[in-house]
């Protein structure tokens, strides 16, 4: 049976160790296979034994993408390209499965291992707006570090190309770049689901009712507010926003009940 190899990334202080802890955890519980579980940080503090800690080193873009941004008023750190260097891990086989750490793991990951072999997989963006550019979504990416290396690669070269096609959105550049060679094919729609649009139940009744968990999800996304930890327990805000406690995100958030 193949490995399950899946990496995060995990910088700056806006989520800490439990958060990549949690991650593996809830990955282990939705795989059948031997796991390798890489979190590539600046501070490897208070993580599990048994995730393999890669250094977050500085790429040679990034004084160049750095300039651009600036002048373009972009803030995102564009982290994530530095996971497509070829030999960011020397001795992996098969594919790598990328997640954000503000996600929820609640189904079967080796279905998003085992889609389209050899194709760089994300799910569609939500936003609706066709000359915004975003093509996929990047809370859970599927991809070849060999095969699509030159997402890595064709930064390196061209740092104003490739900034240029992001529009300041490292997921528009990752999507549009694997596009270009080819390799981009979506996750089905609703393998990845947004906890805002697809769980939390429509005004009022949120108020009411708990949000629910899609049949065919294996990852909930939270974008906007509540952020994941927020929906933990329930979340008290404004009327459009406030959720309920639901038992479910507890179960995926920290695991069966007991032990917590």
Same mark, same amino acid.
């Given at each position: 049976m193949?490995?399950?190899? +899946?990496i995060c990334l995990k910088f700056g202080t806006l989520y800490d160790a439990e958060y990549v802890n949690n991650l593996r955890r809830a990955v282990a519980r939705n795989t059948r296979s031997t796991l390798r579980f890489f979190c590539v940080t600046d501070d490897a503090r208070?993580?599990?034994?048994? @995730?393999? +800690? @890669?250094a977050l080193e500085r790429q040679p873009y990034q004084d160049r993408m750095a300039n651009l941004m600036q002048k373009s008023g972009w803030a995102a750190p564009f982290q994530k390209v530095g996971l497509h260097r070829p030999d960011l891990i020397p001795d992996i086989e098969g594919p790598l499965v990328f997640f954000d750490l503000d996600v929820l793991v609640v189904g079967d990951v080796d279905r998003l291992r085992d889609f389209a072999p050899g194709k760089l997989c994300m799910r569609r963006t939500w936003d609706n707006d066709p000359n915004s550019g975003h093509l996929g979504h990047g809370s859970v990416v599927k991809f070849e570090p060999r095969k699509h290396g030159y997402v890595w690669q064709d930064m390196v070269d061209d740092v104003d190309g490739a900034m240029a096609l992001s529009r300041g959105h490292d997921q528009i550049y990752i999507s549009r770049t694997a596009e270009k060679h080819g390799d981009f094919v979506p996750f089905p729609d609703e393998w990845i689901a947004s906890f805002k649009y697809d769980c939390r139940p429509p005004r009022p009744l949120n108020l009411v009712l708990p949000p629910r968990k899609p049949k065919e999800a294996i990852v909930i996304c939270f974008h906007g507010r509540p952020k994941m930890r927020e929906a933990v327990d329930g979340f008290r805000s404004d009327p459009l926003h406030s959720t309920r406690r639901a038992a479910w995100i507890r179960d995926a958030w920290y695991g069966p009940a007991t032990g917590r």
């Open positions: 193949p490995t399950t190899n +899946v208070g993580l599990d034994p048994g @995730i393999e +800690v @890669i």
